[in-house]
Every structure is written in C-alpha cells, then in structure tokens.
C-alpha cells in the first residue's frame, strides 16, 4: 500500500463514503415507502471516485454533475437531510423541492446547477472553469460525468474550448460501463463509442489523460491531486477516467437495493460472504475494500469502522425523519423562481 | 368493419408501428434504447426481434447527429419513426429539425422531402421534474414545414401514428406519458388524414376546446357540469398544425362560448392562437369573451405538491366553465 | 491508421483526367461570373465561392456513381456543378429567378437537387454532415451499395454533430466519406485559433475510421484518396475521414477584405492553383494540347455566359409562389 494518503485522510475518506452509502440506501428505502415517486439514479459502486476527487477540492472550486449526482452532493458537504427532503420534494430540501433527485445541487456548495441532460454537466463546467480562470485566484472546477456522455457533441465541443484556452478543469469521467446488464437480461443500453479506449478522446484534442481503479481510493486520490495541481498551475484542462464496475442495482431501468443494506461484518469477517452477490461483496464493493484496508492498521480499527458507521447511520436517521416530517412547499410559492 | 380489440394507449401506438413497418419496407425506428431493450417505456418493444437492427436502429446519445441522421435518411428513400425519450430533448435536435427538416420541401420547390416521424413523451403527473416534463409543441407548431399532433386515446393515438408515418412531412408526434396505461377500444381500420378534430362530446352550453391529456380532465368536468345541468361541447384538434378551425368554429357558433384548455405554458401557446382564431372567425357568435386555461409560466417542479398546481385539472376546468356561466 | 485492403481501381484513364479538368474549369468560370453579379448587387444575401478548391471539389466527386449521394455547404457551388447541375439552373438560383434550379427560394446556402442524389448546400456549419450519414443508413436499410460523402469545412471540425455522427458511422460501418476541405480559415477565424489538438486526423483516428491527408491542389492526389475511401464503403468497410488541404482564393463571401490573411501565404497558394497543375501535367503527359485546353476555357466562357443571360432576363418567381411548397 502506497503512502500517499495519511491514516487520517484515510478514516475521513471512510466516513464520507459510509455516508454516501448510507444516503443512498436512505434514498432507495424512501422510494419503496413512497415517499417519493419518479424515476433516480444512485451512486452506489462509485463512492471511491466521488469521495477522494471532491476531497481534494476548495471552498472556491466549482462542480458540476449528473443525474447521478446524490453521491457528489453528500461527499461535498451537503445536508444530508436537506438533499433527502429535496429528493422527496419538500420544502425543506436543498431546493425548495422543485429539482428533485436529477436535479440535486447546492449552489452554496460550489455546485452549478445540476444537468438531467446527459453531457450537461461537461459545457456547464466549461464555463465555471471559464469564470474561475478569469478570477485568476488559483480556483478550479470539476465536471463529473458518465462515459455515455462522449457520445453527445457538446462533450466534443466542450473539450476543444477547454483546451484551446487551457481552463483550469478536471474532467473526471466515471467510466461505469463494466458489469452493466447485456440486453437479454433486461438492462439498457450503456456505452456506445467506437473509441476502444475514452482517453483517446481527449488526447485528440490535446488533453493529458490518466485511467484510474475508480473502486481504488489511492489510486483516485493521487490521480486527481495531480490533476488539480495542474489546473491550479494553469497546466489545465486534466481528463481522469476512473473505471468503477456496475453495482446491479443500477443495472436494470429502475434501482433496487439488491446487494441490501451495507453489512460490514462482511469486512470484518464477522458475516458470511455468500449469494448471487459474493464477488461484489469480495471485490467490487468500494467501501468495504476500503473498510477491509482499514482494519490492516491494527489495533481498534474494528471499532472506530463501527463506532463511524453507528454514528452515520445515526446521522441519516435523522435526516429521514427530518424530510418525512418535512412540510411539502406550499402552494403560494409555486409561482416562485422563476425570475429573479 | 374489424372487432375493437381494447389497448393502452401505449401499446396502441406500438401496434401501429407494427402494421406500418410491415406493410412498407421503408419504415424504420431510430432512437435510444428503442431496439431489444424495447424502449425505456417499453414503447418500442417486439419491433427489434421482428424487423432486425437493420431497421430498429438502437443510436447512441447523440441526439442532434442521429436525428440529422433521420433527416438523411428521410430524404433519400426511408420513412424513419425517430424517438425522442423526453420531450425536453428534443432541444438537442432543434437545428436539424428547424433549419434541415422543416425547410427541405420549401428549399427544394418541393422535389424534395422529409417524410419522417419524430415522436416523444411529455406530461406532467410522474415527478419527473424541470427537464423530463415539457411538451414543445407549440414550439414546434410555430415552425413552417412542420405538422404536430397529440393524441388523447388509444384510437386515436394508433391512427394518428399510422397517418404520420405515411406523412410525406416531417410530423412531431407528442404522446403524453400519463395516458399510456389509459385503456380504450382501438379499431385498425382506414389510415386517417391528420388535420381532423374530434367532437368528443355534444352540448349546447359551451364549447371545450382541449389538447391531449387535458381532453380527459374536460370529460370529466363535463360529467361533474352535467349534474349542475350544464351541457359541454368537447372539440378534441387531435393535430394542432395543420388546425381543424372548422370544426373548432362550427362547434362554437352553436354553443356561443368557448373554453380553450392545454396542459402546457398558457403564455404565447396553443390556447392563443386557437382563442384568437375564435374570436377572428365566430366572434358575432359568442356570448362572452373566448376564455383560456393553461400550465403557469414555470419550470415544472419534482414536488407532488407543486406540480400538479402547475396545470389545469377537471376541477380547475369546471369552476372556469361556471364562472364563465355566470 | 491502415485501412483494410480493398484493391484500389486502376489509375483513372486520361479521358477522366481530361473531364475532371473541364469540371474545374467550369467550376472557376462560374465562381468568376458569380463574383462579377454579386459585386455589381445583382445577388440577392451572401454568397461564398470556391474559388481555389475546384480540385477537392471534382476529384471526390469524379469518384462517384449517379447512385451515391453528397451533402454539401455553403461554399457548394462546385460541389453542385461537379455532380452534374445544370449550369444554367444553379445561376438562376443563385440570382433568386423563377427558372433557378430551386425556383429562387433558395439561393446559393439551400441549393437541393435530389435528382442527382445532392442533399444540398447548407447554410449551417457541418448541416450536412448528418444528412450523408443518413443517406448511408438509409441505404444500409434498403440493401443498396451506394455510398455518400458528406463535404464540410474545417470550421466544421468543431462541430460536436461531426463527432456523433464519425461514432455511428463507425460503430455501424456505414459506406459515408467525410471530407474535409480545409481552407485554413472558418469564416474569418484561422483554423488554429479554435481548433484544439496535435493532428486534425486524430478526429477521426479516435473512432478507428481511416483517415488520411492529401493536397488538396492536386485534383489527381485527392481523387485517388476519394477513390480508395469509395471502393472500402461499397465493400462494407466503413466510413474515411478525407482532410483535403486547400485555399479559397476570395474571402469568406464576396465582399470580404480579407485583412486577416497573410499576403505572402495567400501570393504561395495562388501559385498552386489547382487548375494550373491539371493543365500543366494534362500537357506534359500528351493528354491534351494547349489549344485543347483553350478550347475547355471557351467552352465553359460560353456556357457560363449564357447562362448569365438566361438568369438575368428570366422572371422573378411569381408572388403566388410565397406560399407553395411548404408541406407536400
């Protein structure tokens, strides 16, 4: 194991992807009480992109994102209970409960507004890093995106603008295509590129480009310093692929919580890695690798995992009671925003 | 004259595809996940397995290339259904729809043409949020060289399809998402000609002029106004461009009211070009001015609680219809 | 990038180069006279020559069977007459007259002539790209052989829709020739100004397509390029990217001063006139004397000359023609 991030960067990276982890299945747990109807997306499977790339960013760096975007919100700092309620579309959520889960974002945050149109959040980002450039205050943005997205011209055309005028960007593609169902088994179409390798994509326009093990917190976290650095040296634009494998949950159209609720008894070995699900327990699963790296540094990892885990858990209890017990906005405000 | 079989509105649309892709051989689908994943909304399901990926063309995420590519495709011998999954995409292909599509039969003195279907979803009633709920077919009704239609039943969503396809002009083809498990009889009879209303219901208070889904919301009203003793007219347009304003007309110098009703943005829509057509052609008829009801001028919001506020329902039409009785 | 074998046609027979020539000729002719009636007003918009970039122009298109389709843009005159458009015709068009090719409603952007299987000039950037994709998937649907080149400049490699469309022409291996007329300049904004990256063939090489580069002031180089691209897309091997490196003598549309370009530069690519080089080696080959050569001049004065007259004296489209032809 390198030594690139400390014990300390470490536990905090853990904490934050629990959290993610525990959002998400707040999130599915919602749906299937019908808290909230519509199609979502969640994050689960990519905590380890998510949760070091954000790290690494400043309270002035900007971020754009995807529909698959509940992971970027939390790990950025977001309320958990104000996202939950704006997922559930209250009042009290992060946008009044006019965005809903496509559309989640927080503009105190640094978020720019959240694109449910796939390659949204690459033009978007262009011109936050546009503006960062243009403050000349070392600031940078990072556009979140999936690898369908390189099939839209816009990424075409955004990638090209940001190498011209060497913007201050991170391009971090979340390249989640592996493991995704084949058609005979009721899945849907993922990546259709005829690029054998996405990184060729930018370096045609002049990009610098590294692949990274999206399920790998180290290999992520040193790709993405490197990167900002860059862009923070004017060396930008920087374009990471991280390769994350397809949590089968978000195989089929709608999510199900398939692999359950998070165990980590299955990192400590304490539960039985069994079922149709045991290589992505094993293998796969971002935070209980990382949970199993955890316990190597010896005495009372195993319980600093759970005492993080208890206090997690505690943490979206009550942001689930906070947005059930949310008002939902009432109807004189409906009128609201639309205009300055 | 065949047995009604009783469809979805959904599957009615899908039974259309089948009989116009079987009977020319130039029909082809082109869009996202269309192909053996049978569309997102299982809209386009079966079609692959029969007709191959020769003429079920599932595309990548490229919706102003491979629309174009529709475009390309229509002029030079083939009658593509293009899908659009949410109507709000459908901004992703305006350039090609406006700038290529719609102007190649003007362009070309008319030897040349774009028989082409694009079809998409819209609707409200599915917390779908700002970016998956708009319908654009006022947009795109306000586009020369562009016919649009929206459907309100299975019947007439199967005939309209089959009319469209065999379009010799680019036709927008709105379905609205919220009626496709809405059940009806569907007769496969004679292709329709598009441009023709429908006289949904007769009465001799006033007349409703209602797009799509919201022809549902006017019947029920209807129903509500009739044990009041009120009796409604329902005109249903079925295409707003090319408009049927004579049976709009006719029906209104009966009635001597109209109420004109559309699930989209009321401000510069459908309702107003429809009110002023009234009031232009059959003012000396009416008894009070020509009314409206439409969405309210904003994004459309995921909350349950704010997005059914944004549109017009049956009790929002009813009360409009007594106050305009009153 | 290799492209698979596909047995290139033998060298084209010296009647081909003779009439690839006259096409060129034309062409200039043409352009010339063009530039004479838009100066003096007689034009209705704008209108954007080819001047310079008959060769891309005519060796692409000598590559091809009445069967297979182009698109073309703004700059498509030469695309128009090289795939057999009535001289006459395309000049009452470009003058807005009755008797034009599109009957004046078009003008030079919009110029489509489905008879000759040409899906138009187009008055938006990359705009045909998708259409002779189209075209190829659409003859990929019917079973058919022909394939379909789509012309853009290179104002147009930053076009997102050029990107999408290489994929699925890729991923589909559809019989589509993308060639780009390089020019150096998109509107009044050189090439490298807005174009990201270390080669122009990468666009394409990033999708696998065989792309390649030639002189695009040699009409023999590039269509020997167009031939050996045509031959892989009737064989079922997928589309070619085709960088054509050209000059346009005028400026982005007559009337431009073209401040912008550098004297020298611009004096170097005149003395590669592509019209100049054809005659030279149709000469030095024996292929064609210079009172041949003369005699292909006179003949294309003559039938641009009465086509000048014919526009000029032909009727404006009557005011009842506002209205037609805007559904079928």
């Not at chain 1, 309270?59 to 996202?83: F, M, Q, Y």
């Amino acid at each position: 194991m390198s030594a690139h991030l400390s014990q300390d960067a470490r536990w905090r990276l853990f904490e934050t992807m629990l959290l993610m982890r525990r959002f998400e299945e707040s999130v599915a747990k919602m749906n299937v009480e019908k808290h909230f109807t519509g199609h979502y997306h969640l994050y689960i499977g990519q905590e380890a992109t998510g949760a070091p790339a954000i790290s690494l960013l400043g309270p002035k760096d900007s971020l754009s994102t995807t529909h698959r975007n509940h992971g970027h919100v939390i790990a950025r700092g977001a309320d958990p209970g104000g996202a939950l309620a704006e997922i559930m579309g209250r009042a009290t959520g992060l946008s009044g409960g006019r965005g809903g889960t496509i559309h989640l974002t927080d503009a105190s945050l640094g978020f720019l507004s959240t694109s449910g149109v796939v390659g949204g959040s690459i033009s978007l980002g262009v011109g936050g890093a546009f503006a960062r450039k243009h403050r000349k205050d070392g600031s940078i943005h990072l556009a979140l995106f999936g690898d369908s997205a390189l099939e839209e011209g816009v990424a075409f055309e955004s990638l090209n603008i940001a190498s011209l005028w060497k913007l201050p960007i991170v391009f971090l593609c979340e390249n989640n295509s592996a493991d995704s169902w084949d058609r005979s088994r009721g899945g849907y179409t993922t990546l259709t590129h005829a690029a054998n390798d996405l990184r060729s994509i930018p370096g045609a326009l002049g990009i610098p480009s590294r692949r990274v093990d999206g399920c790998d917190v180290e290999d992520v976290h040193e790709a993405m310093a490197e990167a900002v650095e860059a862009c923070r040296a004017g060396k930008g634009p920087m374009f990471i692929e991280a390769m994350t494998r397809r949590w089968a949950g978000s195989a089929p159209l709608w999510p199900e919580l398939s692999t359950g609720v998070t165990d980590l008894r299955m990192a400590t070995g304490e539960a039985a890695i069994e079922g149709e699900h045991s290589a992505w327990y094993a293998q796969n699963d971002p935070v209980l690798k990382l949970a199993r790296e955890l316990l190597g540094e010896g005495a009372g990892a195993r319980e600093r995992i759970f005492a993080i885990d208890a206090q997690v858990t505690a943490r979206m209890q009550a942001a689930e009671r906070f947005a059930i017990d949310s008002p939902m906005p009432a109807p004189e405000t409906a009128l609201q925003h639309v205009f300055a | 004259m065949a047995e009604p079989r009783m469809l979805t509105y959904r599957e009615a649309v899908l039974d259309a595809l089948f009989a116009e892709m079987r009977a020319d051989p130039a029909v082809m689908i082109i869009g996202e996940d269309v192909g053996a994943a049978g569309g997102v909304f299982k809209q386009t399901e079966g079609l692959f397995a029969e007709f191959g990926a020769l003429r079920v063309v599932d595309t990548p995420i490229s919706e102003p290339g491979a629309f174009g590519m529709a475009v390309g495709a229509a002029m030079t011998g083939m009658r593509p259904v293009f899908e659009v999954m949410f109507g709000d995409f459908m901004t992703l292909c305006m350039d090609q729809l406006v700038n290529q599509a719609a102007k190649v039969r003007y362009m070309s003195n008319g030897r040349a043409g774009v028989p082409l279907v694009l079809r998409t979803t819209m609707g409200t009633g599915a917390n779908l949020g700002p970016q998956h709920s708009q319908g654009f077919y006022a947009w795109a009704a306000h586009v020369p060289g562009l016919k649009v239609v929206a459907p309100a039943t299975p019947q007439d969503a199967h005939d309209l399809m089959r009319a469209a396809i065999r379009d010799d002009d680019p036709v927008l083809f709105f379905e609205d998402r919220m009626l496709y498990t809405a059940r009806g009889p569907v007769v496969a009879g004679e292709p329709q000609t598009l441009g023709r209303a429908r006289v949904v219901r007769q009465g001799r208070d006033v007349t409703i002029v209602a797009i799509g889904r919201m022809v549902a919301f006017a019947q029920a009203a209807a129903e509500e106004l009739a044990r009041e003793g009120v009796e409604v007219e329902i005109v249903d347009p079925r295409t707003i461009a090319p408009l049927d304003r004579r049976t709009i007309i006719a029906s209104v110098k009966r009635t001597h009211r109209a109420l004109v009703v559309d699930g989209a943005p009321l401000a510069y829509g459908v309702t107003g070009e429809i009110a002023s057509i009234i009031a232009e052609e059959a003012f000396d008829w009416l008894d009070a001015p020509v009314s409206r009801l439409g969405a309210a001028n904003v994004p459309v919001p995921i909350s349950r609680s704010l997005e059914p506020l944004s549109r017009p329902d049956a009790s929002a039409i009813a009360q409009r219809v007594r106050a305009m009785l009153a | 990038m290799t492209a698979q074998s596909v047995k290139t046609p033998d060298a084209p027979a010296p009647a081909k180069l003779l009439e690839m020539h006259r096409a060129m000729v034309l062409i200039r002719r043409f352009e010339e006279a063009v530039r004479v009636l838009a100066t003096a007003g007689a034009v209705p918009g704008l209108v954007h020559l080819c001047a310079g970039q008959e060769a891309t122009n005519v060796g692409v298109i000598a590559a091809l069977e009445p069967r297979d389709a182009i698109a073309s843009h703004h700059r498509g005159h030469g695309h128009c007459l090289a795939r057999g458009a009535p001289v006459d015709g395309l000049m009452a068009e470009i003058l807005g007259k009755e008797t034009g090719m599109c009957g004046g409603r078009s003008g030079s952007m919009h110029v489509i002539d489905l008879e000759r299987n040409n899906l138009g000039t187009n008055g938006i950037v990359g705009g045909g790209i998708p259409l002779a994709a189209g075209a190829a998937l659409s003859a990929r649907a019917r079973g058919s052989d022909a394939a379909s080149v789509c012309f853009f400049g290179d104002g147009a490699l930053n076009q997102g829709l050029l990107h999408e469309c290489m994929n699925m022409a890729a991923i589909w291996k559809l019989a589509v020739v993308f060639v780009c007329e390089n020019n150096g300049y998109g509107e009044f904004t050189a090439i490298d100004d807005v174009t990201a990256g270390p080669s122009l063939l990468a666009r394409g090489e990033v999708f696998g397509i065989p792309s390649s580069m030639v002189d695009g002031m040699d009409v023999r180089a590039v269509h020997e390029a167009a031939r050996g691209a045509v031959a892989r897309a009737r064989a079922g091997q997928g589309p070619s990217f085709i960088i054509c490196n050209t000059w346009r003598f005028g400026g982005h549309h007559v009337g431009d001063k073209q401040d912008y370009k550098d004297d020298a530069e611009a004096r170097a690519w005149r003395a590669r006139d592509p019209i100049l080089k054809s005659a030279a080696q149709l000469q030095d080959e024996g292929h064609a004397s210079e009172a041949d050569l003369r005699a292909v001049e006179h003949e294309a004065d003559a039938l641009v000359k009465r086509a000048v007259e014919a526009a000029r004296a032909a009727p404006e489209p009557a005011p009842q023609r506002l209205l037609e032809h805007v559904h079928g």
